[in-house]
């Protein structure tokens, strides 16, 4: 089954949510700001991405900016902000079994699905 880590808030989730629902795909929701993500749960989805934890931060938002933009932070201090403050994580994230990606943009969710 398909996994979305969601963001009702956000456009871009949206758009990968009603991709998935257009296409039929049976898919479970995360809305991660709800859920809190756990650290080991980040490294798993870091690994099916391929990706350090910086690639998933958000590093626009103000509250890097202001807060750790400027900080020379390591793989498990990364981790550990972003479980404390999810808004910082990239999204949607799209888990497919052993794969992910970010849908950005949403078409990116072919890449890991069938049809």
């Known amino acids: 089954m398909i996994t979305i880590y969601h963001n009702p808030r956000c456009s871009k989730s949206r758009e990968g949510l009603c991709f998935l629902e257009q296409h039929g795909i049976e898919h479970k929701i995360i809305k991660y700001l709800d859920d809190n993500i756990s650290e080991i749960e980040l490294k798993s989805i870091l690994k099916k991405l391929n990706y350090q934890p910086i690639q998933l ?32 994580i990239e999204r949607p994230i799209i888990i497919n079994g052993d794969k992910a990606i970010v849908a950005r943009p949403i078409e990116k969710i072919k890449e890991i699905i069938t049809f």
């Open 57 to 88: 931060v958000r590093t626009k938002e103000a509250l890097w900016k202001d807060n750790f933009a400027d900080k020379d932070l390591n793989y498990d201090e990364i981790i550990k902000i972003m479980t404390e403050n999810p808004r910082l």
